[in-house]
């Protein structure tokens, strides 16, 4: 069972009480971008096994988006942290390459 | 006129916990900035209370505020009250960025008591109800089941727990079944 903990309300949140939200991270290629930008924004995802980050909603609960960074395969959780960012922020980052050393995923690293 | 009744009408049932709901409560949620005086002004003015830090609920029988959300508070008044109450503090909150809404009558309340009411909730909230995890001052909002759901404690024996209306005879009938007699799993 995935538990994370919300970084607005601090409660460790059980996965019913949470709505996936898909990949994080997604820069966004609207009006005047080429076709091939639009087409990647909205269609092409990672599915990667290993570290990767996710849009999670506390929606039984405070009704906030969060980020979490966690492995795919081990269902380790490194940390979650606020959505109002463009990328994890470093702390996050660190607590990855602490357990996962030489991870990449998209521009992070 | 016509005479406003809850959801349920003060049904009640008797098993390892009593579960009653609770009639009607005037309830108006309010959504701002927390840290704003004006906001905490408003907010002593209906309620007598401060503003409630992270999942705090700050409630006196049928007055209070509970925390919701890091911008949205629930205030608890009296029914009778809750039209002047909402208009005393749209008028305090005007030229704030802030915005208070009655919604009395889209929720229902019921209250779980005895001494099993922690293992009544905890059968149908995935959240941790040991006396040292949750306490009488605090506030959770989660999913009862399958709807979505908030509660408190009112003493160290008794739930407050609030459901949207249309949800109110699913929750009361959820209850029901958690509180059956013979039904104590003994974890907390």
């Known amino acids: 069972m995935l538990i994370l903990n919300c970084p607005y309300c601090s409660v460790a949140a059980e996965e019913t009480e949470l709505a996936a939200g898909g990949e994080a991270h997604l820069k966004r290629f609207g009006p005047d971008s080429s076709d091939e930008d639009f087409h990647d924004y909205l269609f092409m995802r990672e599915n990667p096994k290993g570290v990767h980050f996710e849009r999670w909603r506390h929606a039984n609960g405070c009704g906030k988006w969060f980020h979490a960074a966690r492995c795919t395969q081990t269902l380790e959780v490194f940390g979650t942290y606020p959505a109002q960012t463009t990328e994890p922020p470093q702390e996050i980052k660190d607590a990855i390459t602490a357990k996962r050393p030489g991870w990449s995923r998209r521009d992070f690293s | ?188």
């Open chain 2, 1 to 188: 006129m016509s005479e406003p009744i809850s959801a349920l009408n003060h049904a009640s049932y008797d098993g390892i916990a009593r579960v009653t709901e609770c009639g009607l409560q005037g309830m108006i949620t309010l959504r701002g900035d927390l840290s704003d005086k004006v906001l905490a002004k408003a907010i002593r003015d209906a309620t007598g209370q401060k503003v409630p830090g992270l999942r705090e609920a700050l409630v006196k029988g049928d007055t209070g505020v509970c925390w919701m959300s890091t911008d949205e508070l629930l205030v608890l008044v009296p029914y009778a009250e809750v039209e002047a109450k909402l208009a005393a503090m749209t008028n305090a909150l005007s030229g704030t960025h802030a915005l208070a809404v009655n919604v009395s009558d889209a929720r229902a309340v019921f209250s779980i008591s005895g001494a099993s009411a922690r293992e009544v909730l905890g059968k149908v909230a995935p959240v941790e109800l040991s006396a040292e995890a949750f306490q009488p001052g605090q506030i959770r909002r989660s999913r009862l089941a399958q709807v979505a759901g908030a509660f408190w404690m009112d003493d160290a024996e008794t739930f407050r727990v609030v459901c949207f209306r249309s949800a109110a005879d699913y929750v009361f009938k959820l209850l029901k079944v958690a509180a059956q007699p013979g039904s104590e799993v003994g974890v907390y």
